[in-house]
């Protein structure tokens, strides 16, 4: 009868310890999608917002209700903005400036700014900048009023890891926008810097002319938005040679060093990095990839190339018929190497000129391509055809053939 009671007992005792774990899990909450969240209309909808002299455009939300029912489920949202001129969502301008062949058009624009809160502001110029996009004004038909349609997107982690992304439902509002000359940021460049680099005495002067440029390869993919890709640079090292990469000429904040010296180590962002030392005279390849932060540097076996006294920059734009391979000649760049094959200059065009470059004072050698304003020049190419008005630093680079138009 005891052993009976005792059982009894335990029985009872597991029952009640399952009603609590079943009545635990039934207050713990679950991650449930929502369908959408709202997004409030703001007060000031009502009037035309003047873009050009208006700093933000500020919303509030209601947050996502990722538990499907009244208990809040706790996680961390990011939200962000996207804008349409026709209330289509169809095509991003991410997806457009994706394709390569320009026949895809984005019907809506995705802001790059973020919130972590339910409210947040929308920068009027880059509003602007993204209506120009979706639009295509010219700049003497933008329109005095347009509507703008405005939705928030909400990501959050979701079961799995796999990204839960949510849209609000879409706001119209009034805004007077203003023309915007569409440009892509310019191309991030790093430059070489060092004892044996450079044109200034005993090199080691982080200046225009003590440093040398790593320069764009045409066909490679940069961002519209950095300027970033993968840049290179080739050419002769003297042994003994020590040097590191710098982003900004004439500072030293941010750069490239070695964590030991040598050329299989790179460190980013440490001042305390030591310089890469060159073992043995030879011919070398630096490439960077500036989005993913990758730099390699690497010997260059085989290659005999020539030595030229001068390149020159004949073409249309010079006086009377142009065209002269002793006129314009450029400037050595890194003529404390010993052999020198970096060169710039800088020199005003005018869109629609054309020129080459031609070394020693004759067509005998000359370097061209139809590309503008950075390309790969070939022996003996075609005219490379200047684009757009304006004053250029032009670096060229004669192993390689790359050459870069750095507008000023």
Same mark, same amino acid.
């Given at each position: 009868m005891k052993n009976i009671f005792k059982s009894t007992l335990l029985l009872l005792g597991c029952l009640a310890m399952l009603t609590a774990c079943s009545d635990d899990n039934d207050s713990n909450p679950t991650f449930v999608e929502p369908s959408t969240f709202t997004l409030n209309t703001p007060s000031w909808a009502p009037n035309a917002i003047d873009l050009a002299n208006s700093k933000t455009l500020p919303f509030t939300w209601s947050q996502p209700n990722y538990a499907g029912s009244a208990k809040a489920y706790p996680v961390a949202v990011?939200?962000?903005?996207?804008?349409?001129? =026709?209330?289509?969502?169809?095509? !991003?301008?991410?997806?457009? *400036? @994706?394709?390569?062949?320009?026949? /895809? +058009?984005?019907?809506?624009?995705?802001?790059?700014?973020?919130?972590?809160?339910?409210?947040?502001?929308?920068?009027?110029?880059?509003?602007? =900048?993204?209506?120009?996009?979706? !639009?295509?004004?010219?700049? *003497? @038909?933008?329109?005095?009023?347009? /509507? +703008?349609f405005v939705r928030c997107k909400a990501q959050t982690p979701g079961p799995g890891g796999v990204t839960s992304t949510v849209y609000s439902n879409t706001v119209q509002v009034m805004v007077n926008p203003y023309y915007v000359e569409l440009k892509d940021a310019p191309l991030e460049l790093w430059y070489l810097v060092g004892n044996n680099i450079g044109a200034e005495d005993g090199g080691w002067k982080n200046s225009e002319a003590g440093t040398v440029p790593l320069l764009p390869v045409y066909g490679n993919d940069y961002d519209k938005k950095t300027g970033r890709g993968e840049i290179e640079w080739e050419g002769f090292l003297p042994a003994g040679t020590?040097?590191?990469?710098?982003?900004?000429?004439?500072?030293?904040?941010?750069?490239?060093?070695?964590?030991?010296?040598?050329?299989?180590?790179?460190?980013?962002?440490?001042g305390g990095a030591k310089n890469f030392t060159i073992a043995t005279a030879g011919y070398y390849k630096v490439v960077l990839n500036t989005a993913t932060?990758?730099?390699?540097?690497?010997?260059?076996?085989?290659?005999?190339?020539?030595?030229?006294?001068?390149?020159?920059?004949?073409?249309?734009?010079?006086?009377?018929?142009?065209?002269?391979?002793?006129?314009?000649?450029?400037?050595?760049?890194?003529?404390?190497?010993?052999?020198?094959?970096?060169?710039?200059?800088?020199?005003?065009?005018?869109?629609?000129?054309?020129?080459?470059?031609?070394?020693?004072?004759?067509?005998?050698?000359?370097?061209?391509?139809?590309?503008?304003?950075?390309?790969?020049?070939?022996?003996?190419?075609?005219?490379?055809?200047?684009?757009?008005?304006?004053?250029?630093?032009?670096?060229?680079?004669?192993?390689?053939?790359?050459?870069?138009?750095?507008?000023?």
């Open positions: 990011n939200y962000s903005f996207e804008v349409s001129s =026709t209330d289509s969502w169809t095509t !991003s301008n991410v997806t457009a *400036d @994706a394709d390569k062949t320009g026949a /895809t +058009v984005a019907d809506y624009y995705i802001l790059d700014d973020a919130y972590h809160t339910p409210s947040g502001s929308i920068d009027a110029a880059k509003l602007a =900048t993204a209506l120009e996009y979706l !639009s295509k004004w010219k700049e *003497d @038909a933008v329109p005095e009023v347009d /509507t +703008v020590e040097f590191k990469l710098v982003n900004i000429i004439g500072n030293w904040d941010i750069q490239w060093g070695s964590s030991d010296g040598s050329l299989d180590n790179p460190v980013k962002n440490d932060d990758k730099l390699s540097i690497t010997p260059v076996d085989g290659i005999t190339p020539s030595v030229f006294t001068q390149i020159a920059m004949p073409g249309s734009y010079q006086p009377g018929d142009g065209w002269d391979p002793t006129s314009n000649v450029m400037t050595a760049k890194n003529p404390l190497a010993t052999e020198n094959h970096d060169w710039t200059a800088t020199v005003e065009l005018k869109a629609g000129q054309q020129l080459k470059f031609a070394a020693d004072g004759a067509w005998t050698t000359s370097w061209g391509s139809t590309v503008f304003p950075y390309g790969i020049g070939k022996l003996g190419g075609d005219n490379i055809n200047v684009t757009a008005d304006g004053t250029y630093t032009v670096y060229f680079n004669d192993i390689t053939g790359y050459y870069y138009f750095v507008a000023q």
